[in-house]
């Protein structure tokens, strides 16, 4: 094997395994979304290429149709295998035309089939791609990607083997849940804006997908999510608010935590306030109780003025301590439903050193 296949094989196991972003254990058991589909891969053919560029791109193509979860694939050593055992090798020979790669198809028993080739037009590479099915005879789809060097184009072939399996697919769906610390943001999958919010359970067709979360005073932030066929995948995303949403945040918040601290201290002092009128209006009370109360022989007239402004002040005192008390209860209430709506001022703490 000459150095470029080997440095295109390393490039294609280098590249990210769809299969490793986070999924959850919900999973749907119904069998016609969760059994694989039977899809061949071809050997790429050559025109003005090296073969080695063709070796290296089936291998990619292979790997990425297998990392999706929706398809049994019989690859092209298989193929030839199958083909030798069918006594139809003759198949693998400038095999170009639809009728042909369906007979393929349908000798080694694939519901689908991939083939293409990779040529080189001037300094460009380029790859051409098609997906045959074989019950209907006909390509359901076709695809291309140009590039000047060959790990480019290397990169390109994953994503033109999940456009061109889109029919297959879309078909079989998954879902993705996102979790995110704004409950309000906006989805936005494939640069289409989702319907469903955080928290939802999205539908999406099987494959790899490009997940935006966003909302206004925040930076978007984005995910390669990959959905498996009958499952749920969960998600979590983090959104970094701006500098000044933060400032707005802290400001409102702090205004409000202030004010639950102002009313906090006001029903402190307006119990204690009214606590002291009222023993002065029970002192009161009591002084005129017990002047009433004594025999006319045991009166002190010289208490007369006394007891006549004990019975005057118990009414202003008594009048002080109720609406004291009312304050102060008022003023409790306000105080705890500020603590409890208020927002957290150091809520977004963790992020004010990235946003500056």
């Given at each position: 094997m000459s150095l470029l296949s080997v440095v295109l094989l390393l490039v294609a196991q280098a590249a990210p395994d769809p299969l490793s972003f986070k999924l959850s254990d919900a999973e749907i058991t119904d069998p016609s979304r969760t059994s694989k589909t039977r899809i061949a891969v071809m050997a790429?053919?050559?025109?003005?290429?090296?073969?080695?560029?063709?070796?290296g791109l089936t291998e990619t193509i292979a790997t990425t149709t297998q990392e999706t979860g929706v398809f049994e694939v019989v690859s092209p050593r298989q193929i030839a295998s199958l083909l030798a055992y069918e006594k139809r090798k003759e198949l693998l020979g400038g095999c170009v035309e639809e009728a042909c790669y369906v007979q393929i198809a349908q000798t080694v028993r694939a519901e689908?089939?991939?083939?293409?080739?990779?040529?080189?037009?001037?300094?460009?590479?380029?790859?051409?791609?098609?997906?045959?099915?074989?019950?209907?005879?006909?390509a359901l789809k076709r695809t291309n990607r140009e590039t000047k060097t060959a790990t480019d184009l290397l990169r390109e072939a994953r994503d033109a083997v999940i456009v061109l399996l889109q029919p297959v697919l879309s078909a079989r769906q998954g879902y993705l849940k996102v979790a995110a610390n704004v409950p309000d943001a906006q989805l936005v999958v494939d640069d289409e804006l989702r319907s469903e919010g955080v928290g939802q359970v999205v539908r999406l067709a099987a494959g790899p997908h490009l997940l935006k979360v966003k909302r206004e005073g925040f930076y978007t932030a984005t995910?390669?999510?990959?959905?498996?066929?009958?499952?749920?995948?969960?998600?979590?995303?983090?959104?970094?608010?701006?500098?000044e949403t933060i400032e707005g945040y802290e400001s409102s918040a702090s205004l409000m935590r202030y004010g639950a601290y102002a009313t906090a201290v006001v029903a402190v002092g307006a119990a204690a306030?009214?606590?002291?009128?009222?023993?002065?209006?029970?002192?009161?009370?009591?002084?005129?109780?017990?002047?009433?109360?004594?025999?006319?022989?045991?009166?002190?007239?010289?208490?007369?003025?006394?007891?006549?402004?004990?019975?005057?002040?118990?009414?202003t005192n008594q009048?002080?301590?109720?609406?004291?008390l009312g304050t102060a209860v008022v003023s409790g209430g306000v105080s705890l439903v500020l603590f409890?709506?208020?927002?957290?001022?150091?809520?977004?703490?963790?992020?004010?050193?990235?946003?500056?």
């Amino acid at each position: 094997m000459s150095l470029l296949s080997v440095v295109l094989l390393l490039v294609a196991q280098a590249a990210p395994d769809p299969l490793s972003f986070k999924l959850s254990d919900a999973e749907i058991t119904d069998p016609s979304r969760t059994s694989k589909t039977r899809i061949a891969v071809m050997a790429l053919g050559t025109a003005g290429a090296p073969a080695d560029y063709a070796d290296g791109l089936t291998e990619t193509i292979a790997t990425t149709t297998q990392e999706t979860g929706v398809f049994e694939v019989v690859s092209p050593r298989q193929i030839a295998s199958l083909l030798a055992y069918e006594k139809r090798k003759e198949l693998l020979g400038g095999c170009v035309e639809e009728a042909c790669y369906v007979q393929i198809a349908q000798t080694v028993r694939a519901e689908h089939l991939v083939a293409g080739s990779v040529a080189k037009v001037g300094d460009k590479l380029v790859l051409n791609l098609v997906l045959i099915d074989a019950a209907e005879g006909k390509a359901l789809k076709r695809t291309n990607r140009e590039t000047k060097t060959a790990t480019d184009l290397l990169r390109e072939a994953r994503d033109a083997v999940i456009v061109l399996l889109q029919p297959v697919l879309s078909a079989r769906q998954g879902y993705l849940k996102v979790a995110a610390n704004v409950p309000d943001a906006q989805l936005v999958v494939d640069d289409e804006l989702r319907s469903e919010g955080v928290g939802q359970v999205v539908r999406l067709a099987a494959g790899p997908h490009l997940l935006k979360v966003k909302r206004e005073g925040f930076y978007t932030a984005t995910a390669d999510v990959f959905v498996r066929p009958g499952r749920v995948g969960v998600e979590d995303v983090k959104l970094i608010p701006a500098k000044e949403t933060i400032e707005g945040y802290e400001s409102s918040a702090s205004l409000m935590r202030y004010g639950a601290y102002a009313t906090a201290v006001v029903a402190v002092g307006a119990a204690a306030a009214s606590g002291y009128f009222y023993g002065q209006a029970t002192d009161n009370k009591n002084t005129v109780d017990t002047y009433a109360a004594a025999l006319d022989s045991e009166r002190d007239p010289g208490r007369y003025a006394e007891v006549a402004a004990a019975q005057d002040n118990f009414g202003t005192n008594q009048a002080l301590y109720l609406s004291l008390l009312g304050t102060a209860v008022v003023s409790g209430g306000v105080s705890l439903v500020l603590f409890l709506v208020g927002d957290d001022p150091d809520r977004y703490e963790e992020f004010r050193s990235l946003s500056e």
